[in-house]
């Protein structure tokens, strides 16, 4: 079997019979896998009606569109081994001079191994650039606790803006307050938990 392009949904993912057994529900969020089952893991959830897209590990990534690589706004890394963080270095690639904000999520230790894949490529030119990409960077500890840091383009991509935040209560806080996206709903993947802001 060939590999299914990612942005196509898996037969059945579309459409889901509600409850009562009458009309079709449409659900918001559409997962399905980037590469084959033995493939490098990934997941890509399209959320419908925000335009946007999240991705659980950053495996390849050479099979996802760059439309729906330009919609991403959060990414989850559950470890750093090459096949669930090698894809980050494509990411970054398809991103790279778009005025665009990335939300990365990952273990402890997180927050370092971002910079080093940062490290790796000479930044002379990115300066220059009309847009400012930004990357924001959280390690989540255990007990509760994280490290986040940012890297913007514009100034090359160095570490900047280094805080402690907290997991209150399944939200990421920083000083005292909730650093919340924009999602309308909490859901949950894994150990990982968003919670919403209005």
């Not at 419908?48 to 996802?64: A, H, I, N, P």
């Not at 569109?65 to 990414?75: C, I, M, V």
């Not at 900047?160 to 999602?183: H, N």
């Amino acid at each position: 079997m060939g590999r299914a392009e990612p942005g196509r949904a898996a037969a059945g993912c579309r459409k889901v019979v509600s409850a009562s057994g009458g009309t079709p529900l449409n659900p918001l969020l559409h997962p399905q896998l980037v590469n084959p089952p033995f493939g490098d893991p990934g997941v890509l959830v399209d959320v419908r009606f925000e335009r946007r897209c999240l991705l659980l590990d950053l495996g390849d990534l050479s099979t996802v569109p760059p439309r729906l690589l330009l919609r991403t706004t959060h990414a989850f890394v559950s470890h750093a081994h090459m096949d669930h963080f090698a894809g980050f270095d494509h990411l970054l690639r398809v991103c790279l001079g778009r005025d665009k904000a990335l939300h990365l999520f990952g273990p402890p230790g997180f927050v370092d191994r971002v910079a080093g894949k940062f490290a790796a490529y000479c930044w002379n030119l990115a300066p220059g650039y009309a847009a400012d990409f930004v990357v924001t960077a959280t390690a989540v500890e255990e007990g509760g606790s994280g490290v986040t840091a940012e890297f913007h383009s514009r100034r090359s991509f160095a570490r900047e803006a280094e805080r402690t935040v907290q997991v209150d209560g399944g939200r990421l806080c920083a000083a005292g307050r909730t650093t919340r996206s924009s999602w309308r709903r909490g859901w949950t993947v894994g150990r990982w938990r968003c919670r919403s802001a209005g």
